[in-house]
């Protein structure tokens, strides 16, 4: 492979621990009473829709990267996560766009569902889950092949879980945020 698509595959999982660090942070925050909240609550959940922008846009821009230029083949549970992700990058630019704030309900769900599917995904790669038998294997890879293992637990379904829980987070923090 090239230099870029290693430089590459170094960073998203240096990524995916700083969005770990975020979620401890943002969990911290979330447990401590409002009143003694920091200031970095309110700036979080006051730009929340832009930095759940980025982290749904990194997520589809990582998945592409990975099937399309490092030639991974997503398996079906891949595809399901795509599905609840892709999407949200254009929502979250609409309502950045717009100015609408309503949506948190929907990627909530959305990201939740999402979570699910990486979480159970990362459980089958990991081994914790026993494969089951797919019917999708011979149109795509099975869903418990690795194709990439950073720092002893980074696989791509945890990478997809972490930008689901911050998504989560996120939007979670802004409702907090706006019932004040």
Not at 104 to 128: E, K, R
Not at 152 to 177: E, R
Request: hydrophobic share 55%.
């Amino acid at each position: 492979m090239s230099p870029f698509v290693e430089i590459i595959k170094q960073i998203l999982p240096i990524l995916t621990i700083a969005g770990q660090v975020i979620i401890l942070a943002l969990l911290a925050l979330l447990i401590v009473s409002r009143k003694k909240r920091l200031s970095i609550f309110d700036f979080a959940a006051n730009n929340a829709f832009l930095f759940a922008f980025i982290v749904a846009l990194v997520a589809m821009s990582g998945s592409l990267f990975y099937s399309e230029v490092a030639g991974y083949t997503p398996c079906t549970l891949c595809w399901y996560q795509r599905i609840l992700m892709y999407p949200q990058v254009i929502l979250f630019g609409v309502v950045l766009w717009k100015s609408e704030r309503r949506t948190a309900d929907y990627h909530i769900a959305l990201s939740a569902l999402g979570a699910f599917i990486a979480g159970y995904h990362y459980l089958l790669q990991i081994g914790i889950l026993p494969e089951l038998p797919c019917s999708a294997t011979g149109f795509s890879v099975s869903c418990a092949q690795v194709f990439t293992m950073n720092f002893g637990y980074i696989t791509i379904s945890m990478m997809s879980l972490t930008a689901f829980a911050l998504i989560i987070l996120f939007m979670t923090a802004q409702k907090l945020y706006t019932q004040r």
